[in-house]
């Protein structure tokens, strides 16, 4: 993979979910990661090397990268530290940083860019919009995030359908092709 060509974030969601061929929800972060050759994961427990108030890290490693996680946080939100760090790697911000623990508390640039793009990842806005699942509880079940990251895109799918803001980027067209039969499954059942 070309580390570093995705240079918007939410492009970058959208380009990830198409080369990985990401076809359901919730978006298994783990099997992206497997596919990568050249990312692995570490459970922090294993290697004790988070800061207190950190939930993930990414290493640069000879040519490879090592995302270290918080295990011990819950599911959902290791979910989310791991697309963050995903992020981080595959908008290339890690070939400007060797190493940099990060937080979400941290406002910077690139730590909301890796931020959008986990939650356009995790969350895509389209596949939302056609199963007009735009509650928090209904977001977080179907994705399989927390509640609270769940409120944020709730709020963000609400302006976003005010807009009708979809299908203006050919990616996103493409995504939506993607899901097909994800969307089409999905609806008939409710
Ligand atoms: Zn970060």
Same mark, same amino acid.
């Given at each position: 993979?070309?580390?570093? @060509?995705?240079?918007?974030?939410?492009?970058?969601?959208?380009?990830?979910?198409?080369d990985?061929? !990401?076809?359901?929800?919730?978006?298994?972060?783990?099997?992206?990661?497997? @596919?990568?050759n050249?990312?692995?994961?570490?459970?922090?427990?294993?290697?004790?090397?988070?800061?207190?108030?950190?939930?993930?890290?990414?290493?640069?490693?000879?040519?490879?990268?090592? !995302?270290?996680?918080?295990?011990?946080?819950?599911?959902?939100?290791?979910?989310?530290?791991?697309?963050?760090?995903?992020?981080?790697?595959l908008?290339g911000?890690?070939?400007?940083? @060797? !190493?940099?623990?990060?937080?979400?508390?941290?406002?910077?640039d690139?730590?909301?860019?890796? %931020?959008?793009?986990?939650?356009d990842?995790?969350a895509?806005?389209?596949?939302?919009?056609?199963?007009?699942?735009?509650?928090a509880?209904? !977001?977080?079940?179907?994705? %399989?995030?927390?509640?609270?990251? $769940?409120?944020?895109r709730? %709020?963000?799918?609400?302006?976003?359908?005010?807009? %009708? $803001?979809?299908?203006?980027?050919?990616?996103?067209?493409?995504?939506?092709?993607?899901?097909?039969q994800?969307?089409n499954?999905? @609806?008939?059942?409710?």
């Amino acid at each position: 993979m070309d580390y570093g @060509k995705y240079k918007n974030a939410r492009n970058a969601a959208w380009q990830c979910i198409l080369d990985y061929d !990401i076809k359901t929800l919730p978006i298994e972060v783990t099997n992206i990661v497997r @596919k990568s050759n050249d990312i692995n994961l570490v459970k922090n427990s294993d290697v004790n090397i988070l800061q207190n108030n950190a939930s993930g890290v990414t290493i640069v490693n000879n040519n490879s990268f090592i !995302i270290v996680y918080r295990d011990t946080d819950s599911s959902r939100r290791c979910r989310f530290t791991i697309a963050h760090e995903l992020g981080h790697i595959l908008l290339g911000h890690m070939l400007v940083d @060797k !190493i940099a623990y990060r937080t979400f508390a941290v406002q910077n640039d690139t730590e909301s860019a890796a %931020n959008v793009f986990a939650r356009d990842l995790l969350a895509p806005a389209c596949v939302l919009h056609e199963l007009k699942a735009l509650t928090a509880e209904e !977001i977080s079940r179907l994705c %399989n995030i927390s509640l609270e990251a $769940a409120t944020y895109r709730a %709020n963000r799918m609400h302006e976003l359908e005010k807009r %009708n $803001a979809f299908y203006k980027h050919p990616l996103e067209q493409k995504v939506i092709k993607q899901f097909n039969q994800f969307i089409n499954k999905n @609806k008939s059942q409710s």
